[in-house]
């Protein structure tokens, strides 16, 4: 029993110290930088008391506006009239991938997953009786994954842990609606009946995807909020300008 107390309070400890640590080491610095107005809130709860200045990362609007889903379409084989749902990134625990098997479940779609990493195995292995309705890329080249995203019909992220999720920018400069659990980094850019959607649980979350699945109406409302969102984004931020501004302030 107490190695099984400690076991349960080791993830709690570590926690508590890493928020320590890292609250220690940032109010040693004259202005810390957080990639979403979330982050930043967390860090000042965490006991930070240094400037906290939010700069997000910019992403090309024009390279994610400018891909051709056909090609990945006919590479795989996918009907132009097949609803694609797709997750981007790593395939790894802290991604809480494994939650999304329970989309390959809903009728009517596909479920591509774009990207590699530890947990794809065990991906495949809990999806395997899904198997006729996934698709695993693998790596794909940076260069070509705006195809990707333009292939699919929607992008989904189960991650409950993101510093800003800089695939919900990609996704909305390439005019896809994002349906993401709720969580820090996330909240900040999907705005709910805009440009996505954002569920408390993953149920909720399949529920998003099912009713968007079956109204493609929708779809196109959020894919034009989606465009717009990002236009507004790259209009109010840019990396290399602010960076250079809060430097400039610092000096």
Request: proline residues 2%.
């Amino acid at each position: 029993n107490s190695v099984s107390n400690i076991a349960n309070l080791l993830p709690s400890l570590s926690t508590r110290m890493t928020r320590y640590l890292i609250a220690r080491y940032s109010n040693q610095a004259d202005l810390v930088i957080a990639p979403s107005e979330s982050i930043g809130s967390l860090l000042k709860e965490w006991g930070v008391r240094s400037r906290v200045e939010v700069v997000p990362t910019s992403v090309d609007i024009q390279k994610f506006s400018a891909g051709d889903g056909r090609v990945v379409r006919e590479k795989y084989g996918i009907d132009q009239d097949e609803v694609i749902v797709t997750y981007i990134g790593r395939l790894a625990k802290d991604k809480n991938v494994l939650a999304l098997k329970e989309v390959a479940e809903i009728d009517g779609v596909k479920v591509m997953f774009v990207g590699d990493g530890l947990q794809r195995k065990t991906l495949e292995e809990a999806t395997k009786i899904n198997k006729d309705k996934i698709i695993f890329t693998g790596q794909v080249p940076h260069a070509e994954v705006q195809d990707y995203y333009s292939a699919s019909d929607m992008i989904v992220t189960a991650s409950i842990s993101e510093t800003q999720c800089l695939g919900i920018w990609e996704a909305h400069a390439a005019g896809k609606p994002v349906v993401a659990l709720e969580a820090p980094g996330i909240t900040d850019y999907v705005e709910q009946n805009r440009n996505g959607f954002k569920a408390e649980s993953i149920k909720k979350l399949c529920e998003y995807v099912s009713m968007l699945k079956s109204n493609k109406g929708l779809i196109e409302t959020l894919s034009e909020g989606a465009r717009q969102t990002a236009i507004e984004r790259s209009q109010k931020y840019n990396t290399a300008r602010d960076l250079a501004g809060i430097y400039e302030s610092l000096l």
